[in-house]
C-alpha cells in the first residue's frame, strides 16, 4: 500500500505563495502519475495538477502560469508552488497517487487565501 503526506498548507495574502509537499511511504515503486487535487466547502473536488513519472505536467485552467507542480523521485516527494495565490483558491488540497490501476490519497492540507 501507499500512503501520502502533505504538508505546507497555512493562511496567506491574496498574492502571497505556498508551496506544498507530499511525502510518499510503503510500497512506492511502481508509481506512475502524482498530482494535487482542492475540495473548497460546497463545491466537489477537482484536479489542480498532476505530473507523470517522467515529468509531462497537466494543470487545471485556473491555475496555470501560477501553480508549478514537481517531484523529486528518488525522495519520493512531489511539491506545489504556488504564487499569486487567489482568495478562489482557498480549499482543502490532497495528494493523489496512482500505482498500476490504483489511486491513493492523503489527508489533505488546509490552504486558505484572504483577500
Known amino acids: 500500500q501507499v500512503q501520502l503526506v502533505e504538508s505546507g498548507g497555512g493562511l496567506v495574502q491574496a498574492g502571497g505563495s505556498l508551496r506544498l509537499s507530499c511525502a510518499a511511504s510503503?510500497?512506492?515503486?511502481?508509481?506512475?502519475?502524482m498530482g494535487w487535487y482542492r475540495q473548497a466547502p460546497g463545491k466537489q473536488r477537482e484536479l489542480v495538477a498532476r505530473?507523470?513519472?517522467?515529468?509531462?505536467?497537466n494543470y487545471a485552467d485556473s491555475v496555470k502560469g501560477r501553480f508549478t507542480i514537481s517531484r523529486d523521485n528518488p525522495k519520493n516527494t512531489v511539491y506545489l508552488q504556488m504564487n499569486s495565490l487567489k482568495p478562489e483558491d482557498t480549499a482543502v488540497y490532497y495528494c493523489?497517487?496512482?500505482?498500476?490501476?490504483?489511486?491513493?490519497w492523503g489527508q489533505g492540507t488546509q490552504v486558505t487565501v484572504s483577500s
Open positions: 493523489n497517487a496512482t500505482r498500476n490501476w490504483r489511486n491513493y
Open positions: 510503503g510500497i512506492i515503486f511502481s508509481i506512475n502519475d
Open positions: 505530473i507523470t513519472s517522467g515529468g509531462t505536467t
